[in-house]
DNA sequence: TTGTAAGCGTTATCAC
DNA sequence: GTGATAACGCTTACAA
């Protein structure tokens, strides 16, 4: 564990320190040109500001005094919320390009909306999270359609409760109890469920796991298969979905254990059953990367896909990796997250809203194949 | 693209609508139980809010008054910034129990205190930076550490210039722009710049990339390459450094093409390359996905690595899906992540902070071995 | 240990 | 189209 500091080494990078204004002020007009197009008048307002000695940024009213208006006029120019001549609302804003004031202060119209912008995701640790594939283009999607209504998104842990949240979207599969639940339910702030627990007072946003995996199970049961065996994910909704709608089809499917969608965690699970030399054709999965697992595995062991053993994942997600292409559900992910940032604008808002449940899509890939007996 | 919202199917999940409130009101007491441990006391105040029939949630002006003590004595007992009795602690509880007061209100809160507790983290798009897997370690130590500080990371995307953050932090490597730079310097917002470019004002924390690359390309030299290919990221600080680290070695090493860190797109540039029979015995790559894009391009057209060819990486993040370990660069991410964290901290503090550098350090693994000539 | 009072910097509601 | 004024809900000197 290395951490040493070193000295800084590159003679290009000059060491510059806190604040813009102090930058600005102590290095002259030299450091220019690095930045983005109005760094200019930043320096340029941050210097005035500094000349004109005031220790205490503008305010609002300290630039409606400047401009020969009125608090209201002021704070209108800016926000736009009624009109404004043109003449008066120049007037404004060349007073506030004077005094250095860089806009309405955030806290306090937050305080005054009783808003914040900002909308709580939690997602569990964010290595594991994120080192799931399938739960990237969904967070994509929410931030995509939260970003342009102007909200921003917050990671949460589990200390993030005296955080002030519009809302909270909870994308936690497999936990299903959450200490910060508690409060927020007591605070009212919207709640936002994917794939989750069943919580009074919250919006679900779900996926058709059974549909999804009975249809999968179909698939395998049309090309021969009778003995399939199950990787699982740790016990949670979408796995007892998942798990009845395989069922549906082979009510005797075995369990081989359950993981995250982790592939080195998977590896492990799946070398240790294989090397039992277990009696099944096919592997169901509850992700492709838990299938890109089996795959890799039971080659090592030296057994065909599909020819010896058939492999099913669950996702739908791109595994440039593998050089199958897997049979697997393929779950609406950007839609999900669209679905979910819907919700949470409509919450926010006060609206009611409905949950929603939306369709996946079986997707044969070479992964499966004909049933073979073993010899 | 199927995004029909079908209507629920399952008969376990009941529509439960808007506010924790509503739903606690219309339930009963049978949907207790699927929760935390003091929902139920979440319920009681709820239930006591709705039958006192006042519409506005209490602040902390209403449990003052109920708990016959003052604002401050009030406020006191919440935040314990100073001692107070336990009796009228008590006493002041007991009253924001039987109110249904949730606490104090963060927006009022960080309006008075000045900060808002959130932290921004500009990324750019979220599925880009994620995929990339030696961005996961680093952003869960700033995580874990801003976390264990109470304060939130907050996703940047490109309008979120308007929300209250008490820093940002800047890791789009190769981007050496960004817009909202302007307003954060303007509002004198700490920023801290992971390996990118040389703004005013910001802190910056980077790894030792050139001294890294010219170790890796010693390495090379020494098992006898002589001709190596690069291939690089867009053009950036962390590019320029690295290139130079290895042209310190290689000064004519050429130069295959840039991507960024994503299999897919470095398995097309690869294997446009390695079509052409190029004339190098080894292939220096800036992240460990890239070296792994080349490890499969080249076996798929039959060349062994790294008998016919060796394959360098950077970062020294696992690749259980590959199987060669790959001779790489590793750099601390989670240090580089305290580091950040930390920096942030002190900057928020009104510190001045010193730039960071960190060591990196050679792996050799199985990907590298002795320079053949071709036959 | 507790109470009093002064903001924090806006936006929204009214009048004009 | 513009201006006065009242919140928004809290924290923190300062005084008792």
Redesign the pocket.
């Known amino acids: 564990m290395r951490e040493t500091q070193l000295e800084n080494t590159s003679p290009l990078r000059k060491k510059v320190i806190p604040t813009a204004l102090r930058a600005a002020v102590s290095s002259g007009t030299a450091l220019l040109g690095s930045c983005g197009e109005s760094f200019r008048s930043n320096r340029f307002d941050a210097n005035v500001r500094a000349v004109s000695g005031s220790t205490?940024?503008?305010?609002?009213?300290?630039?409606?005094e400047a401009a020969?208006?009125?608090?209201?006029?002021?704070?209108?120019s800016?926000?736009g919320?009624?009109?404004?001549?043109e003449?008066?609302?120049a007037r404004v804003l060349a007073a506030a390009a004077r005094l250095g004031?860089a806009?309405?202060?955030p806290?306090?119209?937050n305080?005054?909306?009783?808003r914040s912008g900002v909308v709580g995701i939690a997602v569990g640790p964010l290595s594991t999270a994120f080192r799931d594939p399938a739960a990237l283009p969904m967070l994509d999607a929410v931030s995509e359609v939260l970003g342009a209504a102007g909200l921003g998104l917050l990671l949460m842990g589990d200390d993030h409760a005296r955080l002030p949240l519009d809302a909270v979207i909870y994308d936690i599969c497999g936990r299903e109890t959450w200490a910060a639940y508690d409060d927020l339910a007591a605070r009212e702030v919207p709640l936002v469920v994917v794939e989750g627990p069943d919580w009074p007072g919250t919006t679900f946003v779900d996926i058709d796991h059974r549909a999804g995996c009975a249809a999968l199970a179909a698939h395998l049961h049309e090309l021969g298969h009778r003995r399939v065996a199950l990787l699982t994910l740790e016990p949670s909704h979408p796995q007892r979905e998942r798990e009845a709608g395989v069922r549906d089809v082979f009510p005797d499917a075995h369990v081989i254990g359950a993981c995250a969608s982790d592939l080195a965690a998977a590896q492990d699970l799946v070398a240790a059953y294989l090397a039992t030399g277990p009696d099944v054709t096919a592997v169901v999965c509850q992700s492709d990367v838990q299938a890109a697992a089996v795959v890799i595995e039971a080659r090592r062991l030296g057994l065909a896909v599909p020819d010896d053993l058939s492999v099913a994942g669950f996702d739908g997600v791109a595994t440039p990796w593998l050089d199958v292409e897997l049979t697997t559900v393929v779950q609406p992910l950007a839609a999900k997250g669209r679905a979910v940032a819907d919700a949470v604008l409509r919450r926010i808002d006060g609206e009611d809203v409905d949950d929603v449940v939306l369709p996946v899509e079986l997707r044969i890939g070479d992964s499966t194949g004909p049933a073979v007996e073993p010899a």
């Open positions: 205490r940024s503008p305010t609002l009213a300290d630039v409606a020969g208006v009125s608090l209201s006029t002021a704070s209108l800016f926000s919320n009624k009109p404004v001549s003449a008066t609302r004031y806009g309405p202060n806290l306090a119209r305080l005054r909306q009783g």
